[in-house]
């Protein structure tokens, strides 16, 4: 039929409802209804994930759409109902998606291979584990497990809800498996924090199945789970294969080297990115200005977030995170502003960037100012992250007492960062009355935390205090079994390679030599002091 090619070959909605239009007008609807109307919803539903969204109707009027079509269809097929199904799915309306299925089951209409897919998609949405291991079992009757494309529903939808170990069964006991079969349990694990396990199935892989999305997606993993040497010694793995890495592999890379400090490998990346000129979507410029920041090159961090054209919420927080780390409190606050003038809607890290700038900065005034403003103005929830950066803010100020009184104010009791930002100013200024009392929160919230002792001895010292620090001294060594005191750590890089130091360091392979120079100089110091005529 001439029409049914013609609706075959739409590329919009638009083009869909004039031919619509037309079968209705012509008469053609009204002699073949079930095969136009089951071509419309067909099309329909296809033109569906590759339509631009700007020229897309709202969900809610193609969805109404989809439903009346579906309804005019006499005895819709299982078919049709696929189609109203994967509508459904597509436009986010997982729940109707299902009672569209339960209805078709009612009528005795029996699914197909394509049915399931799209009704375990709409379990993984809606996290319905119970059913879709109700679903599972249906698969299972009608004998469809076999085919591939509900076996990877079948491993998605468990990885999705948390039954991980039942995905794992359904990929072992499946002798069909493909790429997006591994790809799904990889990503499973990863999602739990089990990058191990991850790579232990991406290693058993065959190598010539690997895809761009298996090593991103494991690539992804290690850095997000801080597992940044893993995840740049993947990247470099995947590169030495002649691969061409896709932007999650790329941003998740250079997310590893804003981890580790790894300036010269993000700058590679970077030269990468230019060389093959790979598009500077949001999530790429993200990462670059988050690397450039995070590894001291504010500057080039400030010029890439200028030349980017496609801005998001996330590459203005990344800026303005990385303005706060690097103490330009007031070029925060000007970013900030015109973030507002951009009409990007702020969340809570871009609040946690503009505070923590603020406190770095000293701008005790405008800090207070939007903390006060964040729910109101912005329609952005305080969380306890908020008012940890808050008292810390107003206790490096001095205004102790202030922060006391917000403490005592708050929604929710206080964490182990609140009353440690109350309990570092009252170290700076020596307020031992309200150190004594966050040093008490924050030994019952964290006990296992050994800088409060040491922070509570410098503030009796500091006040000549000497039998409070022997006391606090000997509390810490009594309790030393279940203390952990965690120690600060410093990296270089030179020549290529990245040197890691704790303090009194003898681990690294040239401690006597680095020894060595620091005693020169201890002496070159000494001997120049004591060189200097008497009264200098």
């Not at 069964?169 to 191990?196: M, Q, T, W």
């Not at 502003?337 to 005034?365: I, N, Q, W, Y």
Request: hydrophobic content about 40%; aromatic content about 8%.
């Amino acid at each position: 039929m001439l029409i049914n090619n013609i609706l075959k070959q739409c590329k919009s909605i638009k083009q869909l409802h004039q031919l619509h239009a037309h079968a209705i007008s012509s008469g053609f609807l009204s002699l073949h209804p079930h095969q136009i109307l089951t071509q419309i919803l067909h099309t329909l539903t296809a033109l569906l994930p590759t339509t631009a969204p700007e020229n897309t109707p709202p969900s809610t009027t193609l969805l109404s759409y989809a439903v009346s079509i579906f309804h005019s269809i006499p005895s819709p097929s299982t078919f049709c109902y696929n189609n109203v199904i994967r509508a459904h799915i597509l436009l986010s309306s997982p729940l109707n998606a299902l009672e569209f299925f339960t209805r078709m089951r009612r009528l005795a209409l029996l699914p197909d291979f394509h049915t399931y897919p799209f009704v375990l998609k709409a379990c993984s949405h809606l996290r319905l584990c119970s059913l879709a291991q109700s679903i599972h079992t249906q698969a299972l009757k009608f004998g469809f497990v076999a085919d591939l494309f509900v076996l990877n529903s079948l491993i998605h939808v468990y990885s999705v809800i948390n039954g991980i170990i039942d995905a794992h069964k359904v990929f072992d006991e499946s002798s069909v498996r493909d790429v997006v079969s591994h790809n799904s349990l990889i990503d499973g694990y990863v999602k739990l924090g089990d990058v191990a396990q991850a790579r232990q199935l991406f290693e058993d892989m065959p190598i010539r199945m690997r895809d761009a999305v298996s090593w991103s997606t494991l690539i992804a993993g290690y850095a997000q789970w801080n597992h940044g040497k893993d995840a740049l010694e993947l990247f470099n793995h995947m590169m030495g294969f002649d691969l061409r890495p896709d932007n999650t592999a790329l941003v998740s890379a250079l997310s590893a080297c804003a981890q580790l400090g790894e300036l010269e490998q993000g700058k590679g990346i970077h030269s990468y990115i230019k060389q093959y000129r790979t598009r500077l979507d949001s999530f790429l410029s993200t990462g670059l200005v988050d690397m450039y920041a995070k590894c001291g090159c504010i500057e080039i961090s400030k010029e890439i977030f200028e030349s980017s054209s496609d801005k998001n919420l996330s590459t203005w927080n990344a800026m303005l995170v990385g303005l706060a780390m690097h103490g330009q409190g007031q070029l925060l606050l000007d970013y900030f502003s015109r973030m507002m003038e951009a009409k990007v809607e702020p969340d809570g890290v871009t609040f946690l960037g503009v505070l923590v700038g603020c406190s770095h900065a000293g701008l005790v005034d405008e800090a207070r100012k939007l903390f006060n403003e964040m729910e109101g103005n912005y329609n952005v929830r305080r969380e306890l992250k908020h008012y940890g950066c808050m008292a810390d803010l107003l206790g490096r100020a001095g205004l102790i007492s202030e922060a006391m009184e917000m403490i005592k104010n708050m929604p929710m009791d206080g964490d182990v960062f609140v009353w440690s930002g109350l309990l570092g100013g009252c170290r700076i200024h020596g307020n031992v009355e309200l150190a004594e009392k966050a040093a008490e929160q924050v030994m019952e919230l964290k006990p296992e935390d050994g800088g409060v002792y040491s922070i509570m001895a410098n503030v009796y010292a500091n006040l000549e205090r000497w039998e409070d620090v022997v006391k606090i001294r000997g509390s810490m060594a009594s309790n030393r079994a279940k203390i952990k005191k965690i120690a600060g750590w410093s990296l270089i890089q030179l020549n290529g390679v990245a040197h890691e130091f704790v303090a009194w360091d003898c681990l690294h392979p040239q401690t006597d030599e680095i020894y060595s120079v620091l005693n020169g100089i201890r002496v070159h110091q000494f001997e120049a002091y004591a060189s200097l005529p008497t009264g200098e």
